[in-house]
């Protein structure tokens, strides 16, 4: 008996978090408390120092310790921050969190978001509400979308550090040999897309990420609000996938493919794919992050290519999918002023400037986007910033994770025709509604 009780707790927690994510998650924290229980700190510390810890992705730990780890230590010689590196995905970044906060004694001071982490986080009881630590006033000077993506139940839990939103690309070059200005509209994308794309020589209309993972559902949002829709309201639960607008926003992507714009392998896209042909010079439109700017300028299509809000429909608004991470203190931390001096820190326009400049990442600082040093070298920004003002959130609710697979799987079952758009939002509608009615 005792031995089937052992098995189904297994089972349980390889179902919360895959078999190869439990493997990586636990080696990981083996190594680490190996290496806290040898006493081998990242830096030295010394006896007037509070140690502050925060886990990172390998790659954006390198950044940090390149760029501002020795502005940080001149400016704060009282406080260690120990930066531990993890693994580059941020699915098992989540994963290294979430397991160490519900082992009960995080080794974490600051926690290092996603903005589709938070909600979860604060409704579990992991985070520190900031509210009392910095004023309406000065939260103005950030995006509104990446604060509001901080916030749960009133109360404010991450600070945005860096930003992103998702946004339409479009080649400047061929739309001005067809004598087309850059889209608006639905229709209108899919009637420059379809002039202009030519099958024979692989360039197709529009591309965009149809593959089922998260960034089906972060691209859906864009296409929502400009059809005018909604998925979940925060506020009073109300589920709009089943709307007609909803159903009118899977049709338009539907017909992409349907009419030849885009390919019908774009149901197996994520941003990578999209991104590679794009800048092989092989699509009119790409629907994609900022990150994608800077890649293609080494690329076929170098200087002829800009970005812009995305498509909608007639009289409705352009949505551009709010991105990017932030920091929040995690309630365990013995050292919360200290970890708050970290945030103010990084989140100070000279650090962040400097960052940006390093790194090319959307800054959250609306300043910055017209800063002369960054415009000096992104000469975008200014229109990048034209983006981030149409932000939308995806759901911030605590549930997000699981409203997000089921979107996933029955867009997916519309986009390849497994089911018309009407019964898989129906479905969705339905299967969401009973996940936020059994969790309230």
């Given amino acids: 008996m005792k031995n089937r009780k052992q098995l189904s707790r297994r089972q349980?927690?390889?179902?919360?978090?895959?078999?190869?994510?439990?493997c990586i998650v636990l080696g990981f924290l083996f190594v680490l408390g190996f290496k806290l229980l040898l006493g081998m700190p990242a830096f030295t510390q010394t006896p007037q120092q509070v140690k502050v810890t925060v886990l990172l992705n390998a790659l954006e730990a390198s950044q940090w310790n390149t760029l501002l780890m020795k502005d940080f230590k001149a400016q704060n010689p009282d406080i260690q921050l120990e930066i531990i590196e993890g693994p580059n995905a941020s699915n098992l970044i989540e994963d290294l969190y979430t397991s160490a906060f519900l082992l009960g004694d995080s080794p974490y001071d600051l926690v290092y978001m996603d903005i589709v982490w938070v909600q979860k986080f604060a409704a579990a009881g992991w985070l520190r509400d900031l509210s009392d630590r910095i004023s309406d006033k000065e939260l103005t000077n950030f995006i509104a979308g990446d604060v509001n993506g901080g916030r749960y139940e009133g109360g404010l839990y991450r600070m945005p550090f860096r930003s992103d939103a998702g946004m339409l690309y479009y080649r400047t070059d061929l739309l001005k040999q067809g004598g087309y200005k850059p889209p608006e509209t639905f229709n209108e994308l899919l009637e420059i897309g379809k002039a202009l794309k030519k099958p024979g020589e692989n360039r197709w209309g529009y591309l965009w990420q149809g593959r089922q993972y998260e960034g089906l559902a972060a691209m859906f949002v864009e296409v929502l609000e400009g059809a005018g829709g909604f998925w979940v309201n925060p506020e009073n639960g109300n589920v709009g996938l089943d709307q007609p607008a909803a159903v009118e926003a899977v049709k338009f992507l539907q017909n992409t493919i349907k009419t030849g714009v885009s390919p019908g392998g774009v149901t197996t896209y994520g941003e990578e794919e999209t991104r590679q042909l794009f800048q092989s010079g092989n699509g009119v439109f790409l629907r994609n992050w900022p990150y994608v700017w800077s890649l293609a300028e080494d690329s076929a299509i170098a200087g002829k290519y800009n970005i812009k809000p995305m498509v909608h429909a007639p009289g409705k608004n352009s949505g551009a999918c709010q991105g990017g991470w932030g920091m929040g203190i995690a309630k365990t931390s013995k050292h919360p002023d200290e970890a708050w001096r970290v945030i103010q820190f990084f989140n100070r326009p000279e650090i962040q400037r400097k960052f940006i400049l390093g790194t090319g990442y959307v800054p959250s600082r609306r300043s910055l986007f017209t800063d002369p040093q960054i415009v000096a070298k992104y000469s975008h920004y200014p229109q990048l910033l034209k983006v981030t003002e149409k932000s939308v959130l995806r759901p911030p609710i605590a549930q997000y994770s699981q409203a997000s697979d089921?979107?996933?799987?029955?867009?997916?079952?519309?986009?390849?025709?497994?089911?018309?758009?009407?019964?898989?939002?129906?479905?969705?509608?339905?299967?969401t509604r009973r996940l936020l009615s059994a969790q309230s």
Avoid: D, V, W
């Fill in 12 to 22: 349980k927690f390889r179902h919360k978090f895959g078999f190869t994510s439990l």
């Fill in 406 to 431: 089921i979107l996933q799987r029955y867009l997916s079952a519309a986009l390849t025709n497994r089911m018309t758009p009407e019964r898989a939002m129906k479905a969705a509608a339905n299967e």
